[in-house]
């Protein structure tokens, strides 16, 4: 059974901070690209983040890029998304991701997807 469970979301003034956490039961997480994906109301998902499977590469979305860090931590199975200086523009579900895929940006290429968990940024 594979299973990503994300946790952290929440409600937040603007300027503030968020920490998103995946757990992820795969047994070979380390050798998965890890995606984020955020999807607000009436909008289609859209790529947020992305980090290599040995953490030595990251990606961002140029929305977040300079406010939001992803990182990894093999050892326990979990992936992480460090939110700071929160938008309204923010506000969405986001999504955690594991795939194999070389196009990193795209949720095509992700083979696994979380339950996703509210992120909700007031102005």
């Known amino acids: 059974q594979v299973q990503l469970v994300e946790s952290g979301g929440g409600l937040v003034q603007a300027g503030g901070s968020l920490r998103l956490s995946c757990a992820v039961s795969l047994r070979t997480f380390s050798s998965y690209t890890m995606g984020w994906f955020r999807q607000a109301p009436g909008k289609e998902r859209e790529f947020v983040a992305a980090?290599?499977?040995?953490?030595?590469?990251?990606y961002y979305a140029d929305s977040v890029k300079g406010r939001f860090t992803t990182s990894r931590d093999n050892a326990k199975n979990t992936l992480y998304l460090q939110m700071n200086s929160l938008e309204p523009e923010d506000t969405a579900v986001y999504y955690c991701?594991?795939?194999?895929?070389?196009?990193?940006?795209?949720?095509?290429?992700?083979?696994?997807w979380g339950q996703g968990t509210q992120v909700t940024v007031s102005s």
């Open positions: 991701a594991a795939g194999r895929g070389s196009a990193y940006y795209s949720n095509t290429q992700y083979l696994y």
């Open positions: 980090i290599s499977w040995s953490g030595s590469n990251t």
